[in-house]
């Protein structure tokens, strides 16, 4: 194997072999890989460390690594993990009488990730009248389900939920628990690992086994979305993440699947709880969640412009979608930060993603990479967002979308 200047044996890309997926260029921990001007990945050998990821996650096998000599990169365990029980478990966030999307997205990858170790998954369900949810849970693809139920849990309140969910777990003892990375379970999740004192990874966009230890391995951006980091919980149980809405798909329910319903009173602390005065029922003061539509038009630097915006907000409005924006526009001032795509924004995975302006460095792609169709505006013929986009046009947006908008109403016309 090739070494570097520090005598670290380091990956090699098998150009023949390389499919231009970018998968490894993802997962690197170190940004020593890049796509080339030929278009297949390249490694950078003084920045590589030699860890194997990218020889581990290339799905053609196109990536040179000696796993035999693979360095360790983290020590044995110090203490032995507490006692738990071989249980995957998601907590089920309810909207109503149904479930946040991401918790039926985390039940689909508890089932993945149980099949690895051998465990039952099991849903958490709190509330009142939640038994609807419960069944739910449970068609979804949960082999248990535990509901908690209390006449103070008819409405969501940190405190008394992370006491009642803690309390829970405890009884349980899942190995893993999983929660969906909303503004409701980013909360949630604090206060139950603080409790349980154990740890918790936020906003992952991956989860996997280790083969060899059973760990959870728990993927998320860092160091504002340059580095891929891959976390594991050694010495304290459950393993806790929160996961990314629209990061795994919605899984398809289970065939003939049986499931068992099982009941827990609680008694809710003698402790101060902050009491809600006032609930806010409608969702348009929450402002607009860009992963619910079907249909994204996001701005990039191209297109950073007040002047762009009407016609973005026009080509939206035709296909039936709502804009949204990459990091940079954020950072002008004309957007929020809620209509960000992005690994520092949100994860989408709509059915149409017009890209107009964004030039697709990777942390952006890998957000969209849920996408069912991509179509990419840009003046420069060599942007990245090319690389993944199904249909591109080469061009000024401000000449292209007005004739794309004109033709897409044309045809509207045409079929009604």
Not at 302 to 326: I, M, N
Request: net charge negative; aromatic share 4%.
């Amino acid at each position: 194997m090739a070494k570097n200047s520090k005598g670290i044996e380091v990956a090699e890309i098998l150009t023949d072999q390389c499919i231009a997926c970018q998968i490894c260029i993802a997962e690197c921990p170190v940004g020593a890989i890049e796509l080339s001007p030929a278009g297949v990945a390249r490694v950078d050998p003084e920045i590589c460390v030699g860890c194997g990821k990218c020889s581990d996650v290339c799905p053609v096998e196109a990536v040179a690594f000696d796993r035999k000599k693979r360095r360790k990169i983290r020590k044995a365990p110090k203490a032995e993990a507490p006692a738990s029980e071989n249980i995957v478990a998601v907590c089920i966030e309810a909207r109503g009488s149904s479930a946040a999307t991401v918790s039926w997205e985390l039940v689909g990858k508890a089932r993945a990730l149980a099949a690895k170790r051998g465990a039952k998954v099991a849903g958490l369900v709190l509330g009142t009248g939640a038994e609807e949810l419960a069944a739910q849970a449970g068609a979804t693809g949960c082999d248990e389900v535990h509901l908690l139920t209390h006449e103070s849990l008819g409405r969501y309140v940190p405190g008394l939920y992370g006491y009642a969910l803690s309390e829970l777990a405890g009884k349980i003892r899942p190995d893993i628990l999983l929660m969906g990375a909303t503004a409701q379970g980013r909360e949630l999740a604090g206060v139950v690992a603080t409790l349980l004192k154990t740890g918790l990874t936020a906003d992952c966009t991956g989860l996997d086994i280790e083969e060899e230890t059973g760990l959870l391995l728990m993927t998320r951006p860092t160091f504002g979305g340059n580095i891929m980091a891959t976390i594991f919980c050694e010495n304290h149980r459950p393993q806790m993440a929160t996961v990314r809405p629209k990061v795994f798909p919605l899984p398809a329910p289970p065939e003939n699947h049986k499931w068992d319903l099982v009941r827990h009173d609680w008694h809710p602390p003698q402790v101060p709880v902050p009491e809600r005065i006032e609930f806010i029922t409608d969702n348009e003061m929450m402002g607009i969640d860009i992963t619910e539509y079907p249909v994204l038009v996001v701005a990039g630097k191209g297109a950073c412009s007040p002047d762009a915006f009407a016609l973005l907000e026009e080509l939206a409005d035709v296909l039936g979608g709502v804009v949204a924006c990459s990091r940079p526009v954020v950072e002008s001032g004309l957007m929020p930060y809620e209509r960000q795509v992005g690994q520092t924004g949100k994860t989408v995975a709509p059915s149409l993603y017009v890209a107009v302006g964004v030039s697709g460095a990777i942390q952006h792609r890998v957000a969209i990479q849920g996408a069912q169709r991509i179509m990419a505006v840009n003046s420069e013929p060599e942007a990245p967002i090319f690389q993944v986009a199904d249909v591109g046009i080469v061009g000024e947006y401000a000449q292209v979308l007005p004739e794309l908008i004109s033709q897409i109403k044309a045809r509207k016309k045409n079929h009604a």
